[in-house]
């Protein structure tokens, strides 16, 4: 039998330069995810190579963000417009997906 144990560790207040930080991080990641969400749109594709073959260097020019971030938001909006695909091709409920300032980092 496998035992999971989670603990808690309280961590302490953000100092007002790393919330500042942190603030510039999620709109910077939100303004990325947007912009690959576009460019999956315009290729009409949702293949994470050809979205990397065509996008990156680009995208790596346009955003301050290391390469693991970067490709992890290209994976986000990649998902995001295949459930959104997938959703409509079945008839159901769809509005197109978009980014808000809430959006987790990574």
């Known amino acids: 039998m496998k035992v999971t144990i989670t603990l808690t560790i309280p961590l302490g207040r953000l100092s007002r330069r790393k919330a500042a930080q942190l603030g510039a991080l999620q709109a910077e990641c939100q303004r990325c995810a947007t912009w690959h ?3 999956c749109q315009a290729l009409g594709t949702t293949a994470k190579t050809r979205i990397h073959d065509a996008c990156y260097r680009e995208a790596a020019a346009l955003f301050d963000l290391n ?8 994976d986000k ?3 995001a417009q295949r459930s959104y695909l997938t959703r409509q091709r079945e008839g159901q409920k769809a509005s ?5 300032g809430d959006t987790p980092i990574t």
């Open 37 to 39: 969400l576009e460019q």
């Open 67 to 74: 390469t693991g971030i970067l490709q992890a938001i290209r």
């Open 77 to 79: 909006a990649l998902a």
């Open 96 to 100: 197109p997906p978009r980014f808000h």
